[in-house]
């Protein structure tokens, strides 16, 4: 099973119900930001993409107005596997809902990000249309990513997966755009970072306490460090997460700081060492509904890294905080940001807003402050 093993199963095409806000199902086509249409059917859209079996999602009744007037759009990284549902058997890019519903009800708009042939070009693009990241759970990261032979036990390659991911991380970091990694996820940033992992923790550990099978996610207490990021948001001391991998970190990657433990000494949680907001964590905060700190924590950096990268925009700075922030309009590409001007200025202003390079964008969000962390109270 891969550090997520689960994953494969709970997140099958007749479980991967659409969010009401967000995410396609598995068979409906995963949303991307800028428009991509799913593994196996019909185009999502950074705002509406119901999944193909019609599971209602979180309400947008009980979440509330974020301030600056717009939710930020959070891009989740998805399987592609093959699928069933109904008569249908075939590749599908699907994500439990449990992650878009964490992300809707800490005031976001989630959209599915599948694996794309040309991942560094797609991402790119992509990266353009989001506030924030989340790279979630699955199978194993391919261990020639850092070095490694193959263990038995170790899950089938999936590099169309591995490229994507990779491409969109290092995407982000270059913008400075917050990052939630989790379980694999958490290992991915780990390898991208020159980090290595535990193939097989009962090998490496003697324990099977992580992953016990049957789908069925372990329960263990991970004590947080003082003084971290990860402290602001859940507190100090012992937390029980949900657990299902049986991969782990072994060497820490360069500019991470582990920020929880178990008692046995494995790492399971980090956070980077700089101004960024990166937060890897080795369990599924998305299977407990009654805590959304963690998401609700990206969402805040979101919102954050939006309007500063938005009062770096000559064509948006001028504007008032009403035009910019109204609550009627939704999150808009930067090719329909309009323009203060008219006629062909504001034609000329909105070609050379498309245009600007993945690096420059990088540079303008680099000033991005950190907005309030929730100290909400464990449920």
Known sequence: ??????????????????????????????????GGAGATGGAGSATGGAGATGGAGA?????PEPVE?????????????????GVWDVRAAFLPQQYFDAVTASGGIAVLLPPQPEPDTAAARVLDGLDGLILTGGLDVDPSLYGAERHPLTDPARPDRDAWELALFRGAEERRMPVLAICRGLQLVNVARGGTLHQHLPEALGTERFRIG???????????????????????????????HHQGIDRLGAGLVATARTDDGLVQAFESDGDGYV????????????????????????????LASLAQRPEVGSRSSSETEGPESGPRSLSERPSTSSGTASETKRTEAVSRSSSERASTSSATARAPRSNGVLA
Not at 59 to 63: E, H, K
Request: charged share 20%; proline share 2%; glycine share 20%.
């Open 214 to 244: 049957g789908g069925v996610f372990a329960t263990n207490e991970v004590a947080v460090d003082e003084g971290s990021r990860l402290a602001e948001l859940v507190g100090v001391g012992g937390l029980d997460v949900h657990s299902y």
């Open 59 to 63: 309400s947008w009744d009980a979440v």
């Open 1 to 34: 099973m891969g550090s997520n093993g689960s994953d494969a199963s709970t997140g099958s095409a007749t479980g991967g119900a659409g969010s009401a806000t967000g995410g396609a199902g598995a068979t409906g086509g995963a949303g991307s930001a800028t």
């Open 69 to 85: 007037g717009r939710r930020p759009v959070i891009g989740l990284t998805t399987y592609l596997e093959q699928a069933k549902q």
């Open 279 to 306: 937060l890897g964590v080795q369990w599924h905060p998305e299977e407990n509904r009654e805590d959304r700190r963690l998401f609700a924590g990206l969402v805040a950096e979101a919102s954050a890294f939006r």
